[in-house]
């Protein structure tokens, strides 16, 4: 499943946690290398190529305690970064308008708990991935307050070690008055601070705005690199990504989109093959039968049976009074599932899938698999009584 944790693969540390984008990673290197680190940076690409990534990593290399042009992933202010609760790094975004918000407002403390809730929230899914999107209900413009913070913040803390950082994400959604704020900022950057801009319209910005700024053009991912980061990051089979990668348009987060969409329909596929296994209508269930075995694809049907030998070993995790990592939706339809039926059934089942799969390697007709596993999972969780 694409939402299970893993461990970080050492593959993903330091610089690679940003995918390709060797280029600007050699310039961003050779910046600190020549101690010719410029006050603002402004990432530009479109979306998903890890404009964010690349400005959230170079903030980590700049505080990274040891120094270097690599960050350590050891020392108290990577651990700081892995978190996003980074004393030096402050991120500016979208933000929802406070009730009565005047100029001078702390930009987040006039929102309420709730807003507050989703801020940290969506704070807490980039620091677990740069490249997740941040969703805050309502937030439909970066405000002046939250620029102005940036010169009240930068003047009051000047840090021991390392750079005060800003990083601005979205930047293109600063309104006119925001502009004209953090114009006045850059013409004056105060002191050792830096400012990292994102974006992925140049345009919508003012034009004195990306001139004071040295400009990093992202280009898309090629698909080589979309496929390595498919198969290490979301544990994707080779072929699958590869598919994956070829449809994405070089974007990372158009390549998660398009793997977790299928994932999505295809459970849902198998929920509905259980409730027709479960239920009365025994034609339905013949023809669903029929209609899944009908395109003859091996491999396909093999991932299917892992959807729903995973989603049964969802159920019994859940029955057996454990969490889950589930989408809300999912997670109502197993505790309903769950409920009817006992642990036994459930293992049952799981191992019946379990031999579905192993019949697929002997080269069994599909039809004939999928028929015999409908008929047996029918008789161990709908009617166990009858054996
Ligand atoms: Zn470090």
């Not at 992933?73 to 975004?93: E, F, G, K, P, T």
């Not at 809730?117 to 970066?142: H, M, N, W």
Request: aromatic share 4%.
């Amino acid at each position: 499943m694409l939402s299970e944790e893993r461990p970080v693969p050492t593959r993903l540390r330091g610089w690679n946690r940003v995918i390709g984008q060797r280029r600007v990673k050699e310039l961003l290197r050779r910046a600190i290398q020549t101690d010719q680190v410029a006050h603002a940076y402004i990432f530009i690409g479109p979306e998903g190529v890890g404009t964010d990534a690349l400005a959230l990593e170079f903030a980590r290399v700049l505080n990274c305690e040891p120094g270097g042009t690599e960050a350590c992933d050891q020392c108290a202010s990577c651990r700081q970064m892995d978190i996003l609760q980074h004393s030096n790094v402050r991120l500016v975004m979208p933000l929802p308008v406070g009730k009565n918000e005047k100029q001078g407002d702390d930009p987040i403390e006039v929102l309420t708990d709730d807003q507050i809730a989703s801020v940290r929230g969506a704070i807490a899914a980039k620091a677990k991935d740069p490249y997740a999107s941040i969703e805050i209900p309502r937030a439909t413009s970066i405000k002046i307050n939250s620029i102005r913070a940036i010169k009240r913040e930068a003047a009051l803390s000047r840090p021991e070690r390392g750079r005060n950082i800003f990083v601005i994400l979205r930047a293109e959604e600063m309104g006119a008055d925001a502009s004209n704020s953090l114009l006045k900022t850059l013409e004056e950057p105060p002191g050792d601070t830096v400012l990292l801009l994102t974006t992925m319209d140049r345009d919508a910005l003012l034009p004195t705005i990306v001139s004071r700024c040295q400009q990093i053009q992202c280009e898309r991912l090629s698909d080589d690199d979309l496929e390595e980061a498919l198969t290490l990051r979301d544990g994707l089979e080779e072929s699958l990504a590869h598919v994956v990668a070829q449809m994405a348009g070089g974007s990372y987060t158009a390549a998660r989109d398009i793997v977790s969409s299928d994932v999505r329909s295809r459970r849902a596929e198998a929920v509905n093959f259980l409730r027709l296994v479960l239920g009365k209508q025994r034609i339905q269930m013949i023809q669903e039968v029929e209609r899944l075995a009908s395109d003859n694809d091996r491999p396909a049907m093999e991932r299917w049976l892992r959807l729903l030998g995973g989603w049964l070993r969802d159920a019994l995790v859940l029955r057996e009074g454990r969490s889950v990592h589930a989408a809300a939706e999912d997670l109502q339809a197993l505790q309903s599932f769950t409920s009817r039926f006992s642990v036994a059934d459930l293992s049952g089942a799981v191992l019946r899938v379990e031999r579905a799969i192993a019949d697929l390697d002997k080269n069994l007709y599909l039809l004939l698999i999928l028929t015999t596993l409908a008929m047996d999972l029918r008789r161990l969780i709908a009617e166990p009584g009858r054996e």
